[in-house]
Nanobody, 124 residues
């Protein structure tokens, strides 16, 4: 059983930066595909970023060029560096994991493990 714990959220002004972390335990971290989703108030949860060794990282169009996903297998942690934040980035950010590293990253139902989320609030 894999446990995921996010941290690093907070309140930041527009144009600022935050780095989110997702620490994993209870499984073979390097074997899992790791992604970030987010859910804004009143909206459905949406894909943000996926780490992919072979094809390059994958990003939602809305965050491309501003967010960077990375992972440190030695620390069992995946990160989301968020720069040039906008008020529309305000959401609960959640990391997720699954063993299938090659399938459709956008398919939320394909993920076996989810964290509790960390709140990111961007003020204008």
């Amino acid at each position: 059983q894999v446990q995921l714990v996010e941290s690093g959220g907070g309140l930041v002004q527009a144009g600022g930066s935050l780095r989110l972390s997702c620490a994993a335990s209870g499984g073979s971290f390097s074997s899992y595909a790791m992604v970030w989703f987010r859910q804004a108030p009143g909206k459905e949860r949406e894909f943000v970023a996926a780490f992919n060794w072979s094809r390059g990282n994958i990003y939602a169009e809305s965050v491309k060029g501003r967010f960077t996903i990375s992972r440190d297998n030695a620390k069992n942690t995946v990160y989301l560096q968020m720069n040039s934040l906008k008020p529309e980035d305000t959401a609960v950010y959640v990391c997720a994991a699954r063993l299938d590293v090659s399938g459709n990253y956008y398919n939320q139902g394909s993920y076996n493990y989810w964290g509790q989320g960390t709140q990111v609030t961007v003020s204008s």
